[in-house]
């Protein structure tokens, strides 16, 4: 079909030249001014600055199989020990939901103790939990429902955030993604700084850093 054709129609696109002069065309754009100049609300600008910066992320995560292993050791411990002998004293777990139940306020305590010491020796924080009411449950038991917390909520969030601005580095920006918190600036030794202040600072949730760039 394309017989007697001109060879510039066998080809799906042609490179069209500028009749002006080198001196005269546009400046060529790069990666960061093409995103910037592509924004059309603040929010996506201060993202398009934030391109090729240093960078992490501030989370707020549990190890979800330690909470399992923690929770299968206070079990056994339980079942084994003296004073826990005849108070209908257990332990259930469903996803990041502990549900604790014992005979009195008092054996209920005592099994809140040996939670908490299991999962500091597995490594999950404290400041993750979260303790419901002591409430009557059945067969003349109590219950408390405990809530391992995950993610840093939006309230938590705006914390950080007016920390860092306060007290932070000069030069260094966060913003909230999610249920984390990307902090950036131009320089490493800056970041660095930041995460010694988080880690100072006691925002009552778990804090880590992951998902450093450079």
């Known amino acids: 079909m394309w017989a007697g054709k001109d060879s510039n129609l066998r ?3 042609r490179r069209v030249y500028s009749p002006f002069p080198l001196a005269t065309r546009a400046p060529t754009l790069g990666a960061t001014e093409i995103v910037a100049a592509q924004c059309t609300e603040p929010t996506e600008m201060r993202v398009a600055s934030l391109i090729g ?3 992490f992320d501030v989370v707020s ?3 979800e199989q330690e909470v399992r292993n923690a929770i ?6 339980v079942n084994t020990r003296f004073d826990f002998k005849n108070t209908n004293t257990t332990i259930e777990q469903n996803d990041m939901v502990i549900t604790l139940r014992s005979v009195s306020d008092d054996r209920l305590k005592a099994l809140r103790l040996v939670l908490e010491e ?3 020796k597995r490594g999950v924080s404290l400041k993750g939990l979260d303790y419901g009411k002591v409430e009557e449950a059945t067969q003349n038991t109590v219950r408390q429902v405990v809530t391992i917390k995950v993610g840093i909520s939006s309230e938590k969030s705006r ?3 007016k920390f860092l601005k306060s007290d932070g580095p000069k030069g260094i920006s966060s ?3 999610g249920d984390s918190v990307r902090v950036s600036s131009k320089k490493r030794d800056d970041l660095q700084t930041t995460m010694a202040l988080l880690k100072g600072h006691d925002f009552e949730i778990p804090l880590q ?3 450093f760039r450079d």
Do not use: G
């Not at 299968?72 to 411990?77: G, I, K, L």
């Open 61 to 63: 995560e549990v190890d």
């Open 209 to 211: 850093f992951n998902n």
């Open 175 to 177: 913003q909230t993604q």
């Open 72 to 77: 299968d050791q206070v079990e056994r411990e």
């Open 118 to 120: 299991r999962l500091v």
């Open 159 to 161: 914390e950080i955030n």
């Open 53 to 55: 910066m240093p960078s």
């Open 11 to 13: 080809r799906q696109c």
